[in-house]
């Protein structure tokens, strides 16, 4: 079918991930060019991964290397104008999460690959893991029913690597994003289950907290670090928990069907099957604990084959995402993540945006009425 040029703007951590899962892809794609506006960035991946060409001017790169597929992994700030630019030297563009900052320039970055004929792809690389799948062929095979009602719960640790360089500088790029926190993690709850909610434009209700007592007296101070999101379409609703207090830090998707009930954990890599009951009153009590720990030990052997064929690591949904992606390129045929699911994530995270900050606000208000000042207390 061909082999697809590869070139990779932005030479940061997520950049590693990216490199290592297309090498893996053997004859599908050949990384050629790296680039970073720091060349020591671009010289460091390079040399570790052994790419044959840096640069630290993309628009050279596109001109020299000429990529079918340019991978934008840059903060998101400046998604849009980098993928466009990939567009207009021909090449197909697949974008880390978030797309771009607003559902706006999101439809504008659509719309413009779609009128060139070009592949867009995002980075929901947790919709295409193993036991992802396992779900949607449940879903297929009618082992659930109808889909009734999903909960997805993203926990997040403020005390691990990212959260800490997060926390200690307050300019950090996440800061100058309109949902800051949020608009770096939602995608990852929003992504799984839009393709169950069929819906364009869902009812969406929001507020966010600050539970942590820390403060700086900057703009680190207005990370939301609670949230709570109610999704409800005609048929289908849905609960989005964004937690970064609770533990252990969860990673989960539990979806309500009219016959039986899945529970998805990212983090263990499981999919379980909760039945509905068929034996009569105490013994139907009785074994549901015993099929649960039958369904996790079959999960448990499962990951272990997957282990030994070294299929168990941490970027496994990216390359299977990367691979399909690139497929739809040399077959001209369906990206694996929809145009129009895309669209519909970049609009509820903008609604989600909205109501959490109002909800922020009106609690700084409760808060500042019910803490009078020395003044006003006399």
Not at 89 to 98: L, N, Q, S, T, W
């Amino acid at each position: 079918m061909g082999e697809l040029k590869v070139a990779i703007v932005g030479c940061g951590k997520i950049a590693d991930g990216h490199v290592e899962e297309i090498q893996k892809l053997g004859h599908l794609a050949r990384i050629v060019a790296v680039c970073d506006r720091e060349m020591v960035m671009a010289r460091q991946l390079a040399v570790r991964y052994g790419v044959p060409n840096t640069y630290d001017d993309y628009d050279a790169m596109l001109r020299t290397e000429k990529p079918d597929v340019v991978h934008v992994t840059t903060p998101p700030q400046v998604h849009k104008d980098l993928a466009m630019k990939a567009i207009d030297a021909g090449a197909h563009v697949f974008v880390e999460k978030p797309l771009t900052l607003d559902y706006a320039a999101s439809r504008a970055l659509v719309e413009y690959a779609d009128r060139a004929k070009k592949k867009l792809g995002v980075g929901y690389s947790y919709h295409f893991e193993p036991h992802a799948e396992e779900l949607r062929n449940l879903v297929r095979a009618g082992a659930i029913g109808d889909v009734v009602h999903l909960e997805s719960f993203y926990g997040y640790d403020l005390s691990g690597a990212f959260g800490k360089a997060l926390l200690g500088d307050p300019s950090h790029w996440v800061h100058a994003m309109p949902g800051k926190l949020l608009q770096n993690t939602l995608d990852h709850a929003l992504a799984k289950i839009v393709e169950f909610i069929p819906d364009e434009r869902p009812e969406i209700t929001a507020f966010g907290s600050l539970r942590r007592e820390a403060r700086f007296g900057d703009r680190r101070d207005e990370l939301c670090d609670e949230a709570r999101i109610v999704i409800r379409g005609q048929r289908v609703t849905s609960y989005v928990t964004f937690s970064a207090h609770a533990r252990p830090v969860a990673h989960t998707l539990r979806v309500y069907g009219t016959k039986n009930t899945a529970h998805l954990d990212y983090n263990n890599r499981t999919c379980t099957l909760e039945r509905t009951p068929t034996l009569p009153s105490a013994v139907g009590r009785l074994t549901p604990a015993f099929e649960n720990a039958l369904a996790f030990a079959a999960q448990g052997f499962r990951n272990m084959r997957r282990f030994s064929r070294s299929k168990f690591h941490f970027f496994a949904g990216l390359g299977l995402m990367f691979e399909r992606y690139y497929e739809s390129i040399l077959k001209d045929s369906e990206p694996p993540v929809a145009h129009r699911d895309i669209l519909r994530v970049a609009w509820m995270l903008d609604r989600i945006f909205a109501e959490v900050d109002a909800s922020l606000t009106t609690s700084k208000r409760r808060d500042t009425s019910s803490n009078p000042t020395e003044a006003e207390a006399r």
